[in-house]
């Protein structure tokens, strides 16, 4: 992916995410709402790949 596209991507993720929606969508999931944000910040960061926060989703603990 050349740097135009990734930096693209990254600002897809910013602007497509709502913060308060991605809290309620995870807490019905019954997943930690605070891990689920700390995941896609971090992925949106590219701090880690999506496998990786996918790995963290699976070893929360469920909250509901």
């Known amino acids: 992916m050349q740097y135009q596209d990734a930096e693209a991507a ?3 993720l910013r602007d497509a ?3 308060a929606d991605l809290r309620s969508k995870a807490q019905e999931a019954g997943l ?3 891990e689920v944000v700390a995941g896609y910040e971090t992925l949106r960061d590219s701090q880690l790949s999506p496998e990786d926060v996918l790995k963290r989703l699976r070893e929360a603990a469920i909250t509901g």
């Open 32 to 34: 930690d709402p605070d």
């Open 17 to 19: 995410i709502d913060l």
């Open 10 to 12: 990254k600002q897809a």
